[in-house]
């Protein structure tokens, strides 16, 4: 194993340990948007096809390029917006007592 | 001798990932949340504005492939119902997994082009891990998708030898991600094992039932921030192994929580077929021979108006019928009465973890008012009516006394304890798992068959009415 290849390993270990951590807080009402927020934070992927496909010369590799970017964007874009949706509902019990007056 | 001044794009890289942590620990109060998933999302923004920095050459390709992206994304993540939100949670997760996968066979590609035919061991070795587990995660994916969407059956599909099919594609995937690993024919061998992880992909869910769906997902999460943590190792990028782990950790507690609360194992879940034995020949029928209590709406709505304190324990059927908004009218007439109104959240209860609750919130019910398994369970003896809503098999009595019972063991809601039982169903047929339930024979029971919204928007009138 390279070194370099190591100290990536050291900091995927750390993280993980740092992942536990964070999400191990998280209550169970919010585990939905947790899924779709660690969803859309995956799709960081778009970054390695960005890369990759930014320089793909062959006509055919291009097209392949074309379709990363957009599976990669599609699981970025879509992840957030879904998760934002989601957070948007959660909101705490307003002291207001139904205001329908009539009977 | 100079030390290598870092690459300014490091600095965003590393402004990312802290973001994307923070993001995550301000997503543990519903207050923070909203909060939290934006820091996430600026991380996002700042790390691809600074890869758009890195000599790209082709921009039209990044271009069309963002533009194309973004708009399916956002307008699919903003049309969907809350409903819906599993599979399409699924289906994002699938793309990120074939995303990590192409840049695997990418760069895969470049190498070998560029190279003597040799590749070293460190990237051959991650290349194939991210292709594998990204294939696997996409096909994996694509399959929940299906069967959460109802394209095709929720039920486990089994066939004999199954377990013998898939060791052995498993044993195919190994043995060509090896030889490409040992520059043996590598692109030959590469195609191979790309194919034998997407069929992998597709069998390994085939006989995953409906209600093992909440462990999947998060299973299939998990598989896909490691496909994106080991893209970070083939292209020597820390904010992607970083993310990636983050990722990784999350859809594994997740998968073992959900695990525990049906107290099975993974290997369980994935090589058990929960409930086959009995859904094989058309159990589905058995259970109408069983000695159930019919009520009407107008019965349902005195038992309730007048009780202390009534539990509602929705399910996936209350998603189905897209029921959670009059579940909540229901709930508010009763509280105008002055009941008492809780709601039961088992764990596994509908097809993602947190399903019930994003249903509910939804519906503007309180967060404060849903009630975890071990908090809500001591509550049943003090309650007059369990409202069961399309919930079945996380109330089954079964799993704490019938050893025989493929969900024996399984924590489930004390729903029988409470004096009276109301169960809404459409009709006598058993859940996913195709277990009977003997909650339904108890003498407590009573059924209020038909669709549960229809159901509880009568009971809300009947209730007006009195």
Known sequence: MSAQLLAELTVFILAVFVGIEVISKVPTTLHTPLMSATNAIHGIVLVGAILVAGTFDAPFNQIVGVILVILASLNVFGGFTVTERMLQMFRPRTPQPQKKDGD | MAQIAANPVDYAYLATAILFILGLRYLSSPKTARFGNRLAALGMLIALVAVLTQGIVQWWVIGIGIVVGAAIGIYSGRAVKMTAMPQMVALFNGAGGGAAALVAAGELLKLTNAGDGVLPFDQTFTIMLTSVIGAISFAGSIMAFLKLQEVMTGRPIVYPGQQVVNAFILLLVVVSSTLVIMNVNGLTWYTVALLAALVLGVLFVLPIGGADMPVIVSLLNSFTGVAAAATGFVLANNVLVISGALVGASGTLLTVMMGKAMNRSITNVLFGAFGSIKTTTGAAGSGAAQNVRSVTPTDVAALVAYANQVIIVPGYGMAVAQAQ?????????????????????????????????????????????????????????RTDVALVIGANDVTNPAARSDKNSPIYGMPILDVDKAANIIVLKRSMKPGFAGIDNPLYDNPKTAMLFGDAKKSIDSVVSAVKAL
Do not use: C, T
């Open chain 2, 325 to 381: 908004h009059s579940v909540r009218e229901l709930a508010d007439q009763l509280e105008k009465r002055g009941v008492e109104v809780k709601y039961a959240i088992h764990p596994v209860a509908g097809r993602m973890p947190g399903h019930m609750n994003v249903l509910l919130a939804e519906a503007n019910v309180p967060y404060e008012a849903l009630y975890d398994m071990d908090d809500i369970n001591p509550e049943f003896e």
